[in-house]
């Protein structure tokens, strides 16, 4: 990166992560140094760190990312490459696109908050385990956690209406895509329309959950009644006893949670080709 920089004849300034400094505090240190370019080298843990903190920010530069984690769902799901001579060329790229931010109970995500089978899976997943979770959450592969999962009674507020879904697990996601593109619980969820996506997933035997991957696989997902999909701008979700919370695969807390979206909010850069450049 420093090689392309240096021939383009950019300076980069390199914040580096850990105990002393978070990622969120490194990128308001790099705004505040006058950076016009955030670059964050990480897995998807640490590029929304980076993210909420350049959300803190009145004009944030435009953020790049360059994939270092396992699973990487956010570069899946803005087309950036996976491999790093790749990604470290497209942070360089002129096409910058402003995307969507969501908020759980005010704190920003950029993949997906929910609860049930998903945050169980994060609190109870090992660092292994949980590099992969979003190979594990969505059910694919995940079945083995939610054995024995019971359905949950989830009180839903959606853009003010209210409704009761039974589900295993409910995820509000600004991003679709698990795994691999083209594999979503839904069609049609994307960072870029101001709008989030509530999925809520039925499945709870081995049986449903084969059933609703291979809705997936097929990119079919709400053929089946195990997959709901509902647009949303707000959303509230309770339900009783408190159920644990997963944010971008972290846990944050126990439900009652409020989620509403900041349209827009975040420039990334994106390689040229990328899904909403032209
Ligand atoms: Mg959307």
């Not at 169980?120 to 959450?137: F, I, P, Q, S, Y």
């Not at 939610?146 to 509000?172: C, K, M, P, Y």
């Not at 979206?261 to 990334?268: F, N, S, T």
């Given at each position: 990166?420093?090689?392309?920089?240096?021939?383009?004849?950019?300076?980069?300034?390199?914040?580096?992560?850990?105990?002393?400094v978070?990622?969120?505090?490194?990128?308001?240190?790099?705004?505040?140094?006058?950076?016009?370019?955030?670059?964050?080298?990480g897995?998807?843990?640490?590029?929304?760190?980076?993210?909420?903190?350049?959300?803190?920010?009145?004009?944030?530069?435009?953020?790049?990312?360059?994939?270092?984690?396992?699973?990487n769902l956010?570069?899946?799901?803005?087309?950036?490459?996976?491999?790093?001579?790749?990604?470290?060329?497209?942070?360089?790229?002129?096409?910058?696109?402003?995307?969507?931010?969501g908020?759980?109970?005010?704190?920003?995500?950029?993949?997906?908050?929910g609860?049930?089978?998903?945050?169980?899976?994060?609190?109870?997943?090992?660092?292994?385990?949980?590099?992969?979770?979003?190979?594990?959450?969505?059910?694919?592969?995940?079945?083995?956690?939610?054995?024995?999962?019971?359905?949950?009674?989830?009180?839903?507020?959606?853009?003010?209406?209210?409704s009761?879904?039974?589900?295993?697990?409910?995820?509000?996601?600004?991003?679709?895509?698990?795994?691999?593109?083209?594999?979503?619980?839904?069609?049609?969820?994307?960072?870029?329309?101001?709008?989030?996506?509530?999925?809520?997933?039925?499945?709870?035997?081995?049986?449903?959950?084969?059933v609703?991957?291979?809705?997936?696989?097929?990119?079919?997902?709400?053929?089946?009644?195990?997959?709901?999909?509902?647009?949303?701008?707000?959303?509230?979700?309770?339900?009783?006893?408190?159920?644990?919370?997963?944010?971008?695969?972290?846990?944050?807390?126990?439900?009652?949670?409020?989620?509403?979206?900041?349209?827009?909010?975040?420039?990334?850069?994106?390689?040229?080709?990328?899904?909403?450049?032209?």
């Amino acid at each position: 990166m420093a090689a392309i920089a240096a021939a383009r004849g950019d300076a980069i300034d390199l914040f580096g992560t850990g105990r002393e400094v978070d990622a969120r505090t490194a990128a308001r240190r790099a705004v505040e140094a006058g950076a016009d370019r955030v670059a964050a080298i990480g897995g998807d843990g640490t590029i929304v760190e980076v993210a909420a903190g350049l959300l803190e920010v009145p004009e944030p530069p435009p953020l790049a990312i360059v994939p270092q984690g396992t699973a990487n769902l956010l570069a899946l799901n803005l087309g950036i490459p996976p491999d790093r001579e790749s990604a470290v060329s497209a942070a360089f790229s002129d096409s910058v696109v402003r995307i969507d931010c969501g908020r759980a109970n005010g704190e920003p995500f950029l993949i997906a908050v929910g609860a049930g089978v998903h945050a169980e899976l994060v609190a109870r997943a090992d660092r292994g385990t949980k590099r992969r979770w979003g190979v594990a959450a969505y059910g694919i592969a995940g079945w083995r956690a939610s054995r024995g999962a019971e359905a949950l009674r989830f009180r839903v507020w959606i853009d003010g209406e209210e409704s009761e879904i039974e589900a295993t697990t409910i995820q509000v996601m600004n991003v679709g895509s698990v795994l691999r593109r083209g594999w979503e619980f839904a069609h049609g969820v994307t960072p870029v329309d101001g709008v989030l996506d509530l999925i809520a997933l039925r499945a709870s035997t081995l049986a449903e959950h084969v059933v609703t991957a291979a809705a997936v696989v097929r990119g079919a997902p709400t053929d089946t009644d195990l997959v709901v999909h509902l647009p949303a701008r707000r959303v509230r979700i309770e339900v009783d006893p408190p159920a644990l919370l997963q944010r971008d695969g972290e846990l944050a807390g126990r439900t009652p949670v409020e989620i509403d979206v900041l349209p827009r909010a975040l420039p990334i850069v994106l390689p040229g080709s990328g899904p909403w450049t032209s």
